[in-house]
């Protein structure tokens, strides 16, 4: 596990964005880590800003909000645009390349292109796009095991919506898929 | 590990109103503290408890001090704009003498302001917001285990102190999610109530009231409650330090601004710049005397708010001129990040460390 591992999640009211932040916090709790997520968004439920950051780290995590992120998963092209110039220099920003360019003028971070919502759409579920998105971050960065997110779905989603448990376990191996080629 | 949940500090102050006994639950929806009436909703009776919510905040206030004239535990949660609607009745609960807990779960503002994290309701809530000589015990949680744990804390001290107990919180606070541990180490004081009106019966008759046209009566009253505060600014001063013994500066910040501090502290001792971090844990009683000990070390200070500077009044006070006070403070819903405070921090820094040069 990393020492320290900050990442702010980003895209629009609707597509999931607190709950991939939950579902990555709710791991972090499991595997013993200490972990904060925070959330920001407007007032909207649909379509507006959305925004939450998760601290994971081995010691006692002070400020739980951070302006510099190491890591960003960005949704959308305003959110992505908003937050890419944030990312610590050799950071690594994941871009849902369905609905956002990658930004090429942060050449100095490592940029990793996730088709979120074609790969969600493919699985009949297009809803998963946040799950593929949360699935490819974790293969390749390690925060957390991919079993542990699969073991928080129970915890983190509502029990009615425990049927969907298994169409976002596979969301999240088809993410992981992505990253770990 | 096992007993950990993760949860947000809203959801573990209803937890640790469960655990503190609380009676009574009465509130007004407004955001950054929605989860604690809806979470309340479903906890209060399912354990037997009322919770209800009212039709407005002043409604919500006055219900509290219906409950707790019967010698129940009783509590509302509010956000800035709500608490100060409420502050008539925290007033004439104070005055009546009766034990409340009052949460603010405090947002941007003045005005309806906005939903983000606030500290600019310091001055109103440890000050007294409302009229005449009362003042509100106040504790300030950091973490969602304090939001918990101080929960049991503020009915026990409202109790003791026979007054109404702030638990001054922000919307970051209120809303992050932490691992919280849901022990059950709590004493619980059980008080005789024996002013409570509860049924006559062969007793003498009790009076609950804030009306004394007698201003020799009323005098009486104040002088018995500010026998109270001296008690509480003896007994219940609350606080906790950060490499505080070899600082050239130390910080001084509660809630959420000294959660960021924290951070600033390590990253400044990395480069050399040796910060340390005073938080009051208590804002009343303010931890002054420990501050005015820790001049004579030689430090200077900084207080870091959410707010324009309203804590720094009392920190100047406790310093009373034996050291430089600083402040850096974010307003209006904005959080201070860690790299701006050091940046601040590195301007200032030199000129603190040696004034005479």
């Given at each position: 596990?990393?020492?320290?591992?900050?990442?702010?999640?980003?895209?629009?009211?609707?597509?999931?964005?607190?709950?991939?932040?939950?579902?990555?916090?709710?791991?972090?709790?499991?595997?013993?880590?200490?972990?904060?997520?925070?959330?920001?968004?407007?007032?909207?439920?649909?379509?507006?800003?959305?925004?939450?950051?998760?601290?994971?780290?081995?010691d006692?995590?002070?400020?739980?909000?951070?302006?510099?992120?190491?890591?960003?998963?960005?949704m959308?092209?305003?959110?992505?645009?908003?937050?890419?110039?944030?990312?610590?220099?050799?950071?690594?920003?994941?871009?849902?390349?369905?609905?956002?360019?990658?930004?090429?003028?942060?050449?100095?971070c490592?940029?990793v292109?996730?088709?979120?919502?074609?790969?969600?759409?493919?699985?009949?579920?297009p809803?998963?796009?946040?799950?593929?998105?949360?699935?490819?971050?974790v293969?390749?960065?390690?925060?957390?095991?991919?079993?542990?997110?699969?073991?928080?779905?129970?915890?983190?989603?509502?029990?009615?919506?425990?049927?969907?448990?298994?169409?976002?376990?596979?969301?999240?191996?088809?993410?992981?898929?992505?990253?770990?080629? | 590990m096992t007993?950990?949940?993760?949860?947000?500090?809203?959801?573990?102050?209803?937890?640790?109103?469960?655990?503190?006994?609380?009676?009574?639950?009465?509130?007004y929806?407004?955001?950054?503290?929605?989860?604690?009436?809806?979470?309340?909703?479903?906890?209060?009776?399912?354990?037997?408890?009322?919770c209800?919510?009212?039709e407005?905040?002043?409604?919500?206030?006055?219900?509290?001090?219906?409950?707790?004239?019967?010698?129940?535990?009783?509590?509302?949660?509010?956000?800035?704009?709500?608490?100060?609607?409420?502050?008539?009745?925290?007033?004439?609960?104070?005055?009546?003498?009766?034990?409340?807990?009052?949460?603010?779960?405090?947002?941007?503002?003045?005005?309806?302001?906005?939903?983000?994290?606030?500290?600019?309701?310091?001055?109103?809530?440890?000050?007294?917001?409302?009229?005449?000589?009362?003042?509100?015990?106040?504790?300030?949680?950091?973490?969602?285990?304090?939001?918990?744990?101080?929960?049991?804390?503020?009915?026990?001290?409202?109790?003791?102190?026979?007054?109404?107990?702030?638990?001054?919180?922000?919307?970051?606070i209120?809303?992050?999610?932490e691992?919280?541990?849901?022990?059950?180490?709590f004493?619980?004081?059980?008080?005789?109530k024996?002013?409570?009106?509860?049924?006559?019966r062969?007793?003498?008759h009790?009076?609950?009231?804030?009306?004394?046209i007698?201003?020799?009566?009323?005098?009486?009253?104040?002088?018995?409650?500010?026998?109270?505060?001296r008690?509480?600014?003896?007994?219940?001063?609350?606080?906790?330090?950060?490499?505080?013994?070899?600082?050239?500066?130390?910080?001084?910040a509660?809630?959420?601004?000294?959660?960021?501090?924290?951070?600033?502290?390590?990253?400044?001792?990395?480069?050399?710049?040796?910060?340390?971090?005073?938080?009051?844990?208590?804002?009343?009683?303010?931890?002054?005397?420990r501050?005015?000990?820790?001049?004579?070390?030689?430090?200077?200070?900084?207080?870091?708010?959410?707010?324009?500077?309203?804590?720094?009044?009392?920190?100047?006070?406790?310093?009373?001129?034996?050291?430089?006070?600083?402040?850096?403070?974010?307003?209006?819903?904005?959080?201070?990040?860690?790299?701006e405070?050091?940046?601040?921090?590195?301007?200032?820094?030199?000129?603190?460390?040696?004034?005479?040069?």
């Amino acid at each position: 596990m990393l020492k320290r591992q900050e990442v702010k999640i980003v895209g629009m009211g609707g597509q999931g964005i607190m709950v991939i932040g939950q579902l990555l916090a709710h791991a972090a709790l499991i595997e013993g880590a200490n972990v904060v997520w925070f959330p920001c968004y407007g007032p909207e439920t649909r379509g507006g800003l959305a925004e939450c950051t998760v601290i994971i780290s081995s010691d006692e995590i002070g400020s739980p909000v951070t302006s510099t992120p190491d890591t960003l998963i960005a949704m959308t092209q305003p959110l992505l645009d908003k937050f890419a110039p944030t990312v610590k220099p050799g950071g690594v920003i994941f871009v849902n390349t369905s609905l956002a360019q990658p930004p090429k003028y942060r050449d100095d971070c490592k940029i990793v292109e996730i088709p979120a919502n074609d790969i969600a759409t493919e699985l009949s579920n297009p809803k998963t796009a946040n799950m593929v998105m949360l699935g490819g971050y974790v293969e390749l960065m390690k925060p957390v095991k991919l079993e542990s997110l699969k073991a928080s779905l129970k915890e983190v989603l509502p029990e009615h919506n425990h049927r969907f448990i298994p169409i976002n376990n596979t969301a999240l191996d088809k993410g992981a898929e992505v990253t770990s080629r | 590990m096992t007993n950990r949940k993760l949860m947000k500090g809203n959801e573990a102050i209803c937890y640790g109103a469960i655990a503190g006994r609380c009676d009574a639950f009465f509130g007004y929806p407004i955001t950054p503290q929605n989860e604690i009436p809806e979470l309340m909703s479903t906890l209060m009776p399912d354990n037997g408890h009322v919770c209800l919510q009212a039709e407005s905040e002043v409604s919500a206030i006055n219900m509290v001090y219906g409950a707790a004239s019967t010698g129940k535990r009783a509590m509302t949660s509010s956000s800035s704009p709500g608490i100060s609607l409420k502050q008539e009745g925290i007033s004439y609960i104070a005055a009546a003498e009766l034990p409340c807990v009052i949460v603010n779960v405090q947002r941007g503002g003045p005005g309806l302001g906005n939903t983000q994290a606030g500290q600019a309701d310091y001055f109103q809530t440890v000050k007294g917001g409302g009229h005449g000589d009362y003042k509100v015990i106040t504790l300030a949680p950091w973490s969602v285990q304090e939001c918990y744990d101080f929960m049991p804390l503020a009915f026990d001290l409202a109790d003791e102190y026979r007054g109404p107990v702030a638990i001054l919180m922000d919307a970051i606070i209120g809303q992050m999610l932490e691992a919280v541990e849901l022990h059950d180490n709590f004493e619980i004081v059980d008080r005789p109530k024996p002013w409570a009106v509860t049924g006559m019966r062969e007793r003498d008759h009790n009076v609950v009231n804030s009306l004394w046209i007698d201003v020799n009566v009323m005098e009486e009253v104040n002088l018995r409650l500010q026998a109270r505060y001296r008690e509480a600014e003896k007994n219940e001063v609350r606080y906790a330090e950060y490499k505080v013994e070899d600082a050239d500066m130390v910080f001084v910040a509660y809630g959420c601004s000294a959660r960021v501090c924290r951070t600033v502290v390590d990253l400044a001792r990395e480069e050399g710049i040796k910060l340390g971090l005073f938080r009051p844990v208590s804002l009343y009683p303010f931890p002054s005397n420990r501050i005015a000990q820790i001049t004579k070390s030689g430090c200077s200070f900084m207080a870091v708010e959410m707010s324009c500077g309203q804590m720094v009044e009392d920190v100047r006070l406790a310093v009373n001129g034996a050291s430089e006070v600083l402040f850096y403070g974010r307003t209006g819903g904005v959080v201070p990040t860690p790299t701006e405070i050091l940046d601040y921090v590195k301007q200032v820094y030199d000129i603190a460390a040696n004034p005479t040069s």
